[in-house]
């Protein structure tokens, strides 16, 4: 698992707003190549999406659901037959026009990709990094 804080210039309606459809994932985390919306109708828990990453020069495709949508809470779970991710965002209201972004993200290999787990924390931690230089920027070119 990693951790970032993150502050987000932006009012925290508009965070979670904007974070809320996963397709964005596409602006803000580097390691995804393209996030498309598998279903219809509003954004809300069981909403689902087909996101395609690339992670170690692989690409893969993870199927994520809108698990948990709470007023400062989302929680989204992709999956696929040899991993389960999970993006859980704890929102914060701050002073003037920002939010704090409390972002935990893990990965929970199945069967023999187990084994890669403990080689892969350096880069995982490294692609939080850039989530965490690229997300305020992404959300605050989508301000109403």
């Not at 395609?52 to 989204?76: D, N």
């Amino acid at each position: 698992m990693v951790e970032r804080d993150i502050v987000i210039p932006v009012p925290l309606d508009e965070a979670i707003s904007y974070l809320e459809d996963f397709r964005r994932t596409e602006e803000w985390d580097p390691g995804t190549v393209a996030c498309v919306r598998i279903d219809q109708g509003p954004v809300r828990p069981g909403a689902v999406w087909r996101n395609t990453s690339r992670f170690r020069g692989r690409t893969t495709e993870l199927t994520y659901r809108l698990e948990g949508r709470e007023p400062a809470r989302l929680v989204f779970v992709g999956t696929n037959k040899s991993v389960t991710a999970t993006d859980d965002m704890r929102f914060e209201a701050r002073t003037g026009d920002e939010s704090l972004l409390r972002y935990k993200a893990s990965l929970r290999f199945k069967g023999l990709a187990k084994l890669a787990t403990p080689f892969m924390r350096a880069e995982f931690e490294a692609l939080a990094d850039k989530v965490a230089r690229r997300l305020p920027s992404a959300v605050a070119e989508h301000r109403p």
